[in-house]
């Protein structure tokens, strides 16, 4: 159980495109999910908490109107890299809590690698 | 707030030789403490994590870590490491009350030599 699958795994766009990235709860409903951004041999950083039904929010420094965060469904929330730029090139990873599980516990996504040309 | 450090950036073994993997942090309130394990254009798996009780906890893999309040660290141990064992593990660290969010260490890259 508590699989989060994102979709898609990679992905190639071109500077000034925009793209979507899809984290989904498979078997779990999860009012709050995360959104990361890792580079190449560095940690994981913390973009936004995706709130279910509300606006998301976001870490000191994330540019909101650039990374668009939405979280329609208990199981899905969508990370949308507007008019993307080479530096946006890394790779995000989500995370989504169980709303019914122990409150600490969050389960990682398999990441989405973007890659802008 | 919180922060984890993890000193060492990479650590080089060889097979069946035993490793430590360091990972201190710093916080004002109490913590949950997580090591997760991450292969190649991989997400992230959970490795092991301390809720509270014993301070020894232990994976199904043999890895193991020990919560040391007085010292503020949560370093992985396992006694004999395998090919297998290469990868990037973080540390990280969750408020018991709160945001819910997690902070990470940067990470220790382990590899395990022939």
């Known amino acids: 159980g508590a699989v989060v699958s994102q979709h898609p795994s990679w992905v190639i766009c071109k500077s000034g495109t925009s793209v979507k990235i899809e984290c989904r709860s498979l078997d779990f409903q999860a009012t709050t999910m995360f959104w990361y951004r890792q580079f190449p041999k560095q940690s994981l950083m913390l973009m936004a908490t995706s709130n279910e039904g509300s606006k998301a929010t976001y870490e000191q420094g994330v540019e909101k109107d650039k990374f668009l965060i939405n979280h329609a469904s208990l199981t899905l929330s969508t990370l949308t890299v507007t008019s993307a730029h080479p530096e946006d090139s890394s790779f995000y990873i989500c995370?989504?809590?169980?709303?019914?599980?122990?409150?600490?516990?969050?389960?990682f996504g398999p990441g989405t690698r973007l890659t802008v040309t | 707030a919180q922060s984890v450090t993890q000193l060492d950036s990479q650590v080089p073994v060889f097979e069946e030789a035993p490793v430590e993997l360091r990972c201190n942090y710093s916080?004002?309130?109490?913590?949950?403490l997580f090591w997760y394990v991450q292969y190649p254009n991989q997400g992230l798996q959970l490795l092991l994590k301390?809720?509270?009780?014993?301070?020894l906890v232990e994976s199904i893999n043999g890895f193991e870590a020990e919560f040391n309040k007085s010292q503020t660290s949560f370093h992985l141990r396992k006694p004999s490491v395998h090919i297998s064992d290469t990868a990037e593990y973080f540390c990280?660290?969750?408020?018991?009350?709160?945001?819910?969010?997690?902070?990470f260490g940067t990470g220790t890259r382990l590899k395990v030599l022939a």
């Open positions: 916080s004002s309130v109490s913590v949950y």
């Open positions: 990280a660290v969750t408020p018991v009350s709160g945001t819910y969010k997690y902070i």
């Open positions: 995370s989504a809590r169980d709303s019914g599980g122990k409150s600490y516990e969050q389960y």
């Open positions: 301390y809720l509270s009780g014993s301070t």
